[in-house]
């Protein structure tokens, strides 16, 4: 499985960006893609993901109401909108994939938002 994410850059404070993630390869149809980050300084942390059925599971209670993930099953593609973005949301964001307990991660994409 190959994971190709895009859609991050530089943003102003209270902007906002699309991510979109594209899977590739031998995918099982019950799949769950997320979203992870990491900060400069902090570890990858996983905050959204959601599963082939639709079902959002959130992680980090600083993102909601602000992100949303969905996901185009026939795209195999996920993405993640991220609204009034903060300085604090700065991070490389990496796309993640648990196909049937087996883990694949996308490049990463820089987010940097400006105070």
């Known amino acids: 499985v190959q994971l190709q994410a895009s859609g991050g850059g530089l943003v102003q404070s209270g902007g906002s960006l699309r991510l979109s993630c594209a899977a590739s390869?031998?995918?099982?149809?019950?799949?769950?893609m997320g979203w992870s980050r990491q900060a400069p300084g902090k570890q990858r942390e996983l905050f959204v993901q959601?599963?082939?059925?639709?079902?959002?599971?959130y992680y980090d209670g600083s993102v909601k109401g602000r992100f949303t993930i969905s996901r185009d099953n026939v795209k195999n593609t996920v993405y993640l909108q991220m609204n009034s973005l903060k300085p604090e949301d700065t991070a490389v964001y990496y796309c993640?994939?648990?196909?049937?307990?087996?883990?694949?991660w996308g490049q990463g994409t820089q987010v940097t938002v400006s105070s």
């Open positions: 993640r994939m648990n196909n049937k307990g087996e883990i694949f």
């Open positions: 390869g031998s995918i099982f149809s019950m799949n769950v």
């Open positions: 959601i599963t082939s059925g639709g079902d959002t599971m």
